[in-house]
């Protein structure tokens, strides 16, 4: 599966310097697409976790592949990269290369891409989920634990409950959804070619047992399985 690199910014390829960005995102933001645009049906999904590891230096990713009807495994792929950038750069910046070359080792393009962090629920309107979607131009959503930006009020108890995440001028950015009757809502925005209105809805279609989707609960298996070995 290719994965092309990240477009270059219309002002140039980023600098390094948080104000360099600032304007990355902003340009990669715009280029979101906040509709529909994923295959019927779905084939494969896949679950991205990633973290840093030895103090900051290097960069861990896990991509989980599996079938959308049955959740059955159809391959997993860990990738160790060296830290490309600052440890004070934007965590999407710092996490996106080992991301991509892990989603790219999959043995099958997956249809939807669920992604541990914020898709356009995030300050600049350009989480990890979002970034990735842009780049490889694959369908994406992101799935987090907690609000980064906008206020939502808390859904109900029951299991797949969800209420809408709205930014300060009220347009809505994502839902607070309770995948799991005893456990804290997740936050799920649309990452690119997912419409808002369907984000939590396919979220919970892969829901089982856990909090988390069964892609994304797997693929953080992997990655603890990997930091254990």
């Known amino acids: 599966m290719a994965i092309s690199d990240p477009p270059a910014p219309a002002n140039g390829t980023w600098d390094g310097s948080m104000a360099g960005a600032r304007a990355v995102r902003a340009v990669l933001?715009?280029?979101v697409v906040v509709r529909d645009a994923y295959p019927h049906p779905l084939r494969h999904v896949a679950g991205l976790a990633?973290?840093?590891i030895d103090g900051?230096?290097?960069?861990r990713a896990a991509a989980v592949l599996l079938d959308a009807d049955t959740l059955r495994v159809v391959d997993r792929q860990v990738v160790v990269l060296d830290a490309t950038h600052d440890p004070a750069a934007p965590l999407?910046?710092?996490?996106?290369?080992?991301l991509l070359q892990a989603l790219s080792k999959l043995s099958a393009p997956p249809d939807l891409v669920l992604v541990g962090g914020h898709g356009v629920a995030h300050p600049q309107g350009l989480g990890v989920a979002a970034h990735i979607g842009v780049v490889s131009d694959l369908p994406c959503i992101g799935v987090s634990r907690?609000?980064?930006?906008?206020t939502a009020p808390a859904p109900h108890p029951m299991r797949g409950a969800y209420t809408a995440l709205r930014a300060r001028d009220q347009h809505q950015i994502g839902w607070l959804l309770r995948s799991h009757a005893l456990r804290p809502p997740l936050v799920v925005s649309p990452g690119h070619r997912v419409a808002p209105a369907s984000t939590a809805d396919l979220v919970m279609r892969?829901?089982?047992d856990a909090r988390?989707?069964?892609p994304l609960?797997?693929?953080?298996?992997?990655?603890a399985r990997s930091d254990s070995e």
């Open 92 to 98: 999407s910046f710092r996490m996106l290369p080992a």
């Open 212 to 214: 988390l989707p069964e």
């Open 56 to 59: 900051g230096a290097r960069i």
């Open 50 to 52: 990633v973290r840093s």
């Open 217 to 223: 609960r797997l693929a953080a298996g992997v990655l």
């Open 29 to 31: 933001a715009a280029r």
């Open 206 to 208: 892969f829901v089982t």
């Open 146 to 150: 907690r609000i980064l930006v906008g």
